[in-house]
């Protein structure tokens, strides 16, 4: 991808983000770079800087990712974002609460609210619920926990509000997770059986047929080799091109996007991300975050 010219017609689409929680902790800097017509992106594996236009004539579509839309929402940024020209599409994180797992993400109450209010004022083809990730855990009692318990309450509210599709993925238990939760001490991740996952998923999937809610995951190809073929769970792609054509109209790239986990299953088109690991750290604090460094994690 480029830039919008005659040589090359399509405009691009910017994630934002999935390094960090642009809309709950950084729509100053990023309204400062949007008017200032560019990001500068610092790549977190061979530190090259690279240059990214950011004008509507450049920008198709901006998706946004977030827990927590608050600080989004109170600043109209959306609307600005629209009133300039661009685009967007929501990828909203809402799991059931935990302050194990998720110690800073505003009550489950504040967040289906957020929902409304983006569903109410953007176009709803173009929000996706992320429950995400799913999972099992054993507190210091020896019990075993899971965060499917507010799974339904989620689906009757996305119901309500027109939202029709729902994307999940069980978690990746990375080195970095392991060592946070050493240093936290709260909980022990537990991996589950293959067979405990597909059942969890055909479960999730009856719940939200009846309320005409798609069920797609997220980089889990060896989950869906595990179920029929008929079984309508198809892989996601956070970032969907297609469907962002479909409801904006316009030319957007189409391929998939090779820096991502094509062969765990992701199905994103190509996209943009800005943001840093490092510059923007994300201050919910999640224990199963695979970005935030460990000594993040200390309060």
């Not at 909203?92 to 797992?101: A, C, K, P, W």
């Not at 059942?199 to 060896?222: A, G, H, P, Y």
Request: proline share 5%.
């Amino acid at each position: 991808m480029g830039l919008n010219n005659v040589n090359n017609p399509l405009k691009i689409v910017i994630s934002a983000s999935r390094r960090t929680d642009i809309p709950a902790f950084y729509m100053e800097w990023f309204m400062d770079c949007i008017n200032q017509g560019s990001f500068d992106v610092v790549n977190p594996y061979n530190h090259k800087t690279r240059h990214v236009p950011a004008t509507p004539d450049n920008v198709h579509t901006i998706v946004f990712w977030s827990k927590n839309f608050k600080t989004f929402i109170e600043g109209r940024y959306g609307e600005q974002l629209a009133k300039k020209g661009y685009h967007l599409f929501f990828n909203f994180t809402i799991n059931s609460e935990s302050s194990i797992l998720e110690r800073r993400v505003p009550p489950l109450t504040d967040r289906l609210f957020q929902l409304a209010y983006i569903c109410e004022h953007f176009d709803v083809r173009a929000v996706h619920w992320r429950f995400d990730p799913i999972c099992f855990y054993k507190t210091n009692d020896g019990k075993i926990h899971n965060n499917l318990d507010d799974f339904l309450r989620i689906a009757d509210k996305a119901l309500e509000l027109g939202v029709q599709r729902c994307i999940t993925s069980f978690m990746d238990l990375y080195p970095k997770i392991k060592r946070r939760t050493a240093v936290r001490s709260e909980a022990a991740f537990v991996d589950v059986a293959m067979d405990e996952k597909i059942e969890i998923l055909k479960q999730m999937q009856r719940m939200l047929d009846v309320r005409n809610i798609e069920l797609e995951t997220c980089c889990e190809k060896e989950v869906l080799d595990g179920l029929s073929d008929d079984f309508p769970v198809k892989p996601s792609a956070c970032i969907p091109n297609d469907l962002i054509m479909d409801i904006y109209g316009g030319a957007v790239s189409a391929r998939k996007d090779t820096g991502q986990r094509i062969k765990a299953g992701c199905g994103c088109k190509e996209s943009i991300d800005i943001g840093s690991y490092d510059l923007h750290p994300c201050y919910h604090n999640c224990l199963f975050c695979y970005a935030n460094p460990v000594s993040d994690d200390k309060n």
